[in-house]
C-alpha cells in the first residue's frame, strides 16, 4: 500500500496532485519538495479554454475560485494585421497570473496536510528518496529524473525553429489578442492576455532570420535563471509602441528560446511516475502546459485512490487514463507551431480577414470555427465572393494555362492537358527541403508546371507543399486528400493554402 509519496516539484501540477491524494486519503504522507523558493515564480499568466476546465472544476474549487475571484475571462480572439483588428467570438477563455495561482495552490495544499519544502533540491536519484512508496517527478520540461530514466522511459524532443520570449506588460488587452508587426529586420509577432486588473502576458514569437537581423542574439541564455534580456526588452518596446499605447514590457527571467515539443514513450519506472512537463510539452498556441499537468494529476490521484494495493497497476491506469488527451492536444498543437514557424510569409500574402481565418483554421476547419461565430465566417466567405464575380468557393471558376476549370473541385480527368508537376508529400516534416528543392528545381527549369498537384503525406505536409507552391513560386496549387470532404475543402480554398482540391479516388 502507498504510504508516503514524494512529489518533486511545486508547480501547479504538483501541488494540484498532492492536495487531490491528501484531500482524498489524509492517512497518505504527502510531501512537495520545491528547489525553489516561496515567491520564485518565472512566467507571467496562464490560461484555460471554457471546455477544458470542467474536469479541473469537478475535482477541486481551487481552481474555479482563483478565476472567478483573481482571473479575466473573455469570450473573444483578436488578430491585429495591417491596421486591422478581426475578432471572432464563441471562444471562451479565462487567465490568471501564474504567481496568484501558486499562491492558492500552496494555500489548498496545506490545508489539507500537504507538507511543502522549499529551497530543497533533491538529486535526479530514486535512491535518495528510499523511503517513499512513490515518487511523482513533476519537475518541469527539463526533468532530471526523466532523463535519468531514458531508457525505460525513453524521451523525444522536437525543437522549433521559431524563436520566443515571454514578457508581462502594464497594458491590458481585452482578451486572447495576436499582434502581427512587420519591423525594419522582419516580422514579430505577440500572443497577449489579460491574468489581472494591471497585467498582460506578452508572448513574442520571429523567426531566427529576422531575431539575428535585429542583432537579438547576444545575450546569453546559458546563465541561471533570473536575468532577463534588456536589450530585446527595449527592442520590443519599441516596435509594439502603438499596439500597446506606450506601455513598457515587464521581464521575469524574460530570454529567447525555441519551443521544445517533448513526448516519452513510458511515464512510469518501477516506483517513480512522471507528470505534466516532464512527460509532455505542446505549443503554448495550443496547448496549457498547466492545464494538461492539472488533468494528469486528476488522472493519477484517482488511479491511486482505485488501485490502493497495487502501485503498478495504477501507474498503468494512470497512464492509460491520461495519454490519449495528451496525444490529441499534441497533434493540434503541432499544425499550430508550424503555423508560428510560417506566419512571416502569411503575414506578406494575405489581408486582414483571409490572415484571421488562415491562423484560426490552422488546426480546425470551417464549420467549427462557424459554430463559435457565424458572422465570422460569413464575412470570410463574403470576401471570397466579392474577389470572384459572387461566386462560392466550390463553384468559383480557374483558368491554369490553357485550361479553364469551371469549378475548385477537380478529378483526374480535368487535369488532362495541364502541365502539372505531382509532389508525393512525406509523412515527415523533416524530409520538405528535399522537396522544397525538387519543386524549385521544376519551376526554374525549360518548362515549369502550370500546377503543383500534392498528395499522400499528413494533412500538415500538404499544406506546406501546397503553400511553397503558391506562396513561394507563385504557381497554383492542388491538394488532393482521402475523403476530402466539403468542410476541409472550403476550408483549405478560404484560407489560402490550396487552389483547387481533389479526391484521392478521383
Not at 108 to 118: I, M, P, W
Not at 396 to 422: H, I, K
Request: charged content about 25%.
Amino acid at each position: 500500500m502507498v504510504s508516503r509519496i514524494a512529489c518533486v516539484g511545486g508547480g501547479p501540477g504538483g501541488l494540484f496532485f498532492a492536495t487531490l491524494l491528501k484531500q482524498a486519503d489524509p492517512s497518505v504522507e504527502v510531501t512537495v519538495f520545491e528547489r525553489n523558493r516561496p515567491d520564485d515564480t518565472f512566467g507571467f499568466g496562464v490560461v484555460f479554454s471554457d471546455a477544458t476546465l470542467a474536469g479541473i472544476h469537478a475535482a477541486d474549487p481551487v481552481l474555479r475560485t482563483a478565476l472567478a475571484e483573481h482571473g479575466r475571462h473573455w469570450d473573444d480572439i483578436e488578430v491585429r494585421l495591417k491596421g486591422q483588428r478581426i475578432r471572432c467570438g464563441g471562444n471562451g477563455m479565462a487567465a490568471i497570473s501564474r504567481r496568484t495561482l501558486l499562491q492558492l495552490l500552496r494555500r489548498r495544499a496545506e490545508e489539507v496536510g500537504v507538507e511543502l519544502r522549499f529551497s530543497h533540491e533533491i538529486p535526479a536519484d530514486p535512491a535518495q528518496l528510499a523511503d517513499y512508496d512513490l515518487i511523482v517527478a513533476a519537475d518541469g520540461a527539463n526533468s532530471r529524473f526523466r532523463d535519468g530514466l531514458a531508457d525505460v522511459l525513453v524521451p523525444e524532443v522536437e525543437v522549433a525553429t521559431a524563436k520566443f520570449i515571454w514578457f508581462g506588460t502594464s497594458y491590458l488587452f481585452d482578451g486572447l489578442t495576436f499582434v502581427h508587426e512587420h519591423g525594419p529586420h522582419g516580422t514579430f509577432a505577440v500572443h497577449g492576455y489579460p491574468i489581472s486588473d494591471g497585467v498582460s502576458t506578452f508572448i513574442v514569437e520571429t523567426d531566427e532570420e529576422s531575431w539575428r537581423r535585429a542583432g537579438l542574439d547576444q545575450f546569453d541564455t546559458s546563465q541561471p535563471p533570473g536575468p532577463s534580456d534588456e536589450k530585446t526588452k527595449a527592442y520590443l518596446e519599441k516596435l509594439f509602441a502603438e499596439q500597446i499605447d506606450g506601455h513598457e514590457l515587464l521581464v521575469n527571467n524574460s530570454r529567447w528560446g525555441n519551443f521544445r515539443t517533448r513526448r516519452a514513450r513510458r511515464w512510469h519506472s518501477g516506483n517513480v511516475v512522471l507528470l505534466g512537463d516532464a512527460a509532455h510539452t505542446a505549443h503554448f498556441s495550443v496547448g496549457s502546459g498547466t492545464k494538461m499537468a492539472m488533468e494528469d494529476a486528476i488522472a493519477l490521484a484517482i488511479s491511486l485512490n482505485t488501485h490502493r494495493d497495487d502501485l503498478p497497476a495504477a501507474l498503468e491506469a494512470y497512464e492509460a487514463a491520461a495519454r490519449p488527451s495528451v496525444e490529441k492536444i499534441q497533434a493540434s498543437a503541432r499544425p499550430s507551431l508550424s503555423w508560428w514557424e510560417h506566419f512571416g510569409r502569411y503575414h506578406d500574402a494575405f489581408e486582414p480577414t483571409r490572415f484571421a481565418f488562415h491562423f484560426l483554421s490552422r488546426s480546425i476547419g470551417k464549420e467549427r470555427i462557424a459554430r463559435r461565430d457565424p458572422a465570422f465566417v460569413e464575412e470570410v466567405v463574403r470576401d471570397w465572393r466579392a474577389a470572384h464575380e459572387g461566386r462560392d468557393p466550390l463553384d468559383t471558376p480557374l483558368r491554369v494555362g490553357e485550361q479553364e476549370f469551371a469549378g475548385r473541385w477537380v478529378t483526374g480527368a480535368d487535369l488532362a492537358g495541364v502541365a502539372c508537376l505531382s509532389l508525393i508529400a512525406p509523412d515527415s516534416e523533416a524530409q520538405l527541403p528535399a522537396l522544397y528543392g525538387e519543386l524549385e528545381r521544376a519551376v526554374s527549369g525549360t518548362t515549369p508546371p502550370e500546377l503543383v498537384a500534392v498528395h499522400a503525406g499528413t494533412a500538415l505536409t500538404r499544406q506546406l507543399l501546397a503553400e511553397q507552391a503558391r506562396l513561394g513560386h507563385a504557381v497554383p496549387a492542388l491538394i488532393v486528400e482521402d475523403g476530402m470532404d466539403t468542410d476541409r475543402a472550403e476550408t483549405l480554398l478560404l484560407s489560402g493554402r490550396a487552389d483547387l482540391v481533389g479526391r484521392d479516388e478521383a
